[in-house]
């Protein structure tokens, strides 16, 4: 902004500096970024979300006093509010308080535990933590030797004489000397940046260029120390990340470990299991479904052959795989089979009493119902998954489902409520997705029931989360649909049995939205695929986890 601009003041509005800051913060010009940011807070000086964008771009500067303020600030009046304590957090690790930045990603862990960013962010603080001060488990002190001089400490200070004191002063080590073996460190720490290092030490010794000014009247040699000190402390904050001896330390314990693991017999069923259900996985997700039914029903043979006491948690493990087998089958479009599958992993899991296993197969279950147009069957499969169901996004996904099948079978007032539901705990994450999900919902329903306002202001509120996610297929869909009710409710009348605006289900990431307004055999061939990829991360963490008493043992 100009002298004149800053006198007169901002020129826009509070939304347009906001998106200005978050473009040129995508761009990297973060210092512009900054400008942008810093206008918006004139016109609104508590808004959260602001404080917590310029935090980051002044974390990627370096300035981390900055970057912790204006996280702190954004704590003034929501002390609960996660981005603010997960940026706080990190402009605390920046600044190299391991400690306290731990502190506070544990913090937002337990306010928001389904996300990534706060538990990485407790594993990398950790990491930094034990890699400066060492791992309490990899120190083992050990009594040995003769401790007797310990015991005799009196004795030995009646016999021993007093030495002359001598003043013995050490001279002060020159800045930027060092042991050998410390520029060898430093020199592995900095990378390209020493010899950066090296040659402001050495413009440094130029004593007729010390003595110069810059442009704005600073000294050259002050501008040269502070890029030197800014360089070591950037030494230290690395090396407390990952320092020299933790790197030797670490390759010696993989050398230990890998060791440990040749000796392992090739057939160990934990490391079998593991590695083939990621690579199942691997192949279904690369939307190769032959490739992963093929290798799923090969290593089900296999562990069918197994016994107990090789595999204590066969069942569990056969109903992973069961449930693999149906996935596939399903995206391969063969129903029938999948179905079977899918109710031998419920089988299964009410067997061994494995809850999370059963709702994993109910989940399933449901989805095959409304792949193939039994609606009722998946609405009363789903809602016995309803009181197993984890953490906001799980239910948002779980009740928009049901909803969208009550629209189907035209129970209008059921599909509203579990809308509402939907909308709800998807409001409960601020998840930007489901909220415009449910609210298109919602909004169908309310259609439906001819309450028309209600229907609008639904509408608006979805085209409001398209416009922010920047999704232009749902946004032409919802603005078509918005311009229909609003005729309606001129005309006083309902839509009716009306063609679908987006196209008849052309496009996957639409009817993913549930933004179709046709009949159930018009979209329900694509709906069902919404959970696949929203369980595939919680699986492959409850597989991790699937041996872990087999490991203790």
Known sequence: ????????????????????????????????????????????PDDKNCLVARSKCYVKMGDSENALKDAEDSLK?????????????????????????????????????????????????????????????????????????????????????????????????????????????????????????????????DEDLIKGKTRGGERLQDVILNCISYLDTRTEFWWQQKPIYARQRDRKLLREQWNRARHLPPSDPTCYILKNLEEIDAA????????????????????????????????????????????????????????????????????????????????????VYARIGKFQRAIEVWEEKVPLAQGGLEKAWLFHEIGRCYLELKRHMEARDYGTRSLSAADDISDENWQLNASVLVAQAELKLGNYKASVLHFERALDRAKLLRDDAATDAIQKALRETRQQATHGRGLGRRPCPLNSCGSTAQERRGLCFASPDHCSARRGQISTKQRNEGEKDNRKVLFAAARAQ
Request: proline share 3%; hydrophobic share 30%; glycine share 6%.
């Open 77 to 205: 009046e929501d002390k609960n509010f996660f981005k603010g304590l997960y940026q706080k957090a990190e402009a605390l690790y920046t600044m190299g308080d391991f400690e306290f930045a731990l502190v506070f990603y544990h913090r937002g862990h337990k306010l928001r535990p389904e996300l990534q960013e706060f538990r990485l962010g407790i594993q990398k603080a950790q990491e930094a933590i034990n890699n400066s001060v060492g791992s309490p488990s990899s120190v083992k002190l050990e009594n040995k030797g003769d401790l007797s001089f310990f015991h005799k400490t009196e004795e030995l200070k009646k016999v021993r004489p007093k030495p002359l004191i001598r003043s013995v002063k050490r001279e002060p080590r020159q800045q930027g000397q060092k042991t050998p073996k410390s520029e060898r460190t430093t020199k592995q720490l900095l990378g390209e940046l020493y010899t950066d290092k090296e040659y402001l030490e050495k413009l440094l010794k």
């Open 284 to 367: 279904l997700s690369a939307d190769n479904a032959n490739g992963s039914l093929k290798k799923a029903r090969d290593v089900l043979k296999t562990v069918q052959g197994w016994s107990e006491e090789a595999l204590p948690n066969k069942s569990e493990v056969l109903g992973n795989l069961y449930s693999c087998i149906g996935n596939a089958l399903m995206d391969l479009g063969d129903m029938d089979k999948a179905l079977d599958n899918h109710l031998k992993d419920l089988e299964l899991a009410q067997q061994s009493k494995l809850v999370d296993s059963k709702s994993r197969a109910l989940d399933n279950i449901g989805r």
């Open 1 to 44: 902004m100009s002298d004149k601009e800053e006198e007169q003041g901002p020129k826009s509005t509070f939304s347009t500096y906001m998106a200005e800051g978050d473009q040129l913060f995508h761009k990297r010009e973060y210092t512009k970024a900054i400008e942008s940011y810093s206008t918006a807070l004139t016109l609104q």
